[in-house]
């Protein structure tokens, strides 16, 4: 019995023996474990397809008309309003929420003004060859097939491009 006793009282010795003593925490080590363990809020990203949108000129030319190129999107409806930067134009449009797949209808109607310095050819094109959309902090980006940005689009307009005119 005294032998079990001894082996006993030595387990019990070793096993205390070979755990190590836990480090004292000092304030300055509680205040950077506070910060990295800290939640810091995270507000969720309420952008949304559907509304307004207004381009984000990407050149001079893109304000030449002096017009701000503008989508109304109406995802009940499927259809879309807008201004192209120089003429209005309207039609329908398909979304799924779920992938981002975004694609305008090539029957689109346009008014017919002229307005020289305005490249609006190329909008339009930019705007048939979009396929899908990423949304995030207020920007709605329309992308090409291959991941390629087309056009950045905004709620509010930005300030209008000094064209140099008195």
Same mark, same amino acid.
């Given at each position: #019995?005294?032998?079990? #006793?001894?082996?006993?009282?030595?387990?019990?010795?070793?096993?205390?023996?070979?755990?190590?003593?836990?480090?004292?925490?000092?304030?300055?080590?509680?205040?950077?474990?506070?910060?990295?363990?800290?939640?810091?809020?995270?507000?969720?990203?309420?952008?949304?397809?559907?509304?307004?949108?207004?381009?984000?000129?990407?050149?001079?030319?893109?304000?030449?008309?002096?017009?701000?190129?503008?989508?109304?999107?109406?995802?009940?409806?499927?259809?879309?309003?807008?201004?192209t930067g120089c003429n209005n134009m309207?039609?329908?449009?398909?979304?799924?929420?779920?992938?981002?797949?975004?694609?305008?209808?090539?029957?689109?109607?346009?008014?017919? #003004?002229?307005?020289p310095g305005y490249n609006e050819k190329?909008?339009?094109?930019?705007?048939?060859?979009?396929?899908?959309?990423?949304?995030?902090? =207020?920007?709605?980006?329309?992308?090409?097939?291959?991941?390629?940005?087309?056009?950045?689009?905004?709620?509010?307009?930005?300030?209008?491009?000094?064209? =140099?005119?008195?």
């Amino acid at each position: #019995m005294c032998k079990l #006793m001894i082996a006993a009282c030595l387990i019990l010795f070793l096993s205390l023996a070979c755990q190590q003593p836990e480090p004292k925490n000092t304030a300055k080590d509680t205040a950077a474990t506070a910060l990295s363990t800290a939640k810091v809020p995270k507000v969720p990203d309420t952008t949304v397809l559907d509304g307004p949108w207004y381009l984000q000129p990407a050149q001079t030319s893109d304000a030449a008309s002096g017009k701000k190129a503008s989508l109304q999107i109406d995802l009940k409806k499927g259809r879309f309003t807008g201004n192209t930067g120089c003429n209005n134009m309207n039609g329908k449009f398909w979304y799924s929420a779920t992938d981002s797949s975004l694609s305008f209808s090539d029957k689109l109607i346009t008014t017919r #003004m002229a307005c020289p310095g305005y490249n609006e050819k190329a909008f339009l094109k930019n705007l048939l060859l979009t396929t899908h959309y990423r949304l995030s902090n =207020g920007v709605l980006t329309l992308l090409a097939e291959d991941n390629t940005e087309l056009s950045r689009w905004e709620r509010k307009p930005s300030a209008p491009a000094n064209t =140099g005119k008195v």
